[in-house]
Nanobody, 126 residues
């Protein structure tokens, strides 16, 4: 079974950057798509970014131009580079993986993801 472990969240001032990571075990990057989701206070879970085995990506409109999803296959690690952070980005961030869904589907539908990590807290203050 795929195992996902997030880390690298934290607290930053508005305009700052964070790069949470997701360690992945027991699956093949070349056959899975990966995604980041988040759930902020009073909000439902939403898709943030996703990437497939060919490197195709998709992002939520709210983070386009600010966030970049990537995979380092040498360390089996998924990353989310988060720049120009705002308080609206405050949330618990989860990584997820799926064998069959593409990036656009994963961003738009969290129910499509099969495997999930435990989440890492990101807090952005003004």
């Amino acid at each position: 079974q795929v195992q996902l472990t997030e880390s690298g969240g934290g607290s930053v001032q508005a305009g700052g950057s964070l790069k949470p990571s997701c360690a992945v075990s027991r699956f093949y990057f070349n056959s899975f798509s990966m995604a980041w989701y988040r759930q902020g206070p009073g909000n439902e879970r939403e898709g943030v970014a996703a990437i497939d085995s060919d490197g195709r990506t998709d992002y939520a409109d709210s983070v386009k131009g600010r966030f970049t999803i990537s995979i380092d296959s040498t360390t089996n690690t998924l990353y989310l580079q988060m720049n120009s952070l705002t308080p609206e980005d405050t949330a618990i961030y989860y990584c997820a993986a799926d064998r069959w869904s593409g990036p656009s589907t994963l961003v738009r539908s969290s129910s499509s993801a099969r495997f999930w990590g435990q989440g890492t807290q990101v807090t952005v203050s003004s």
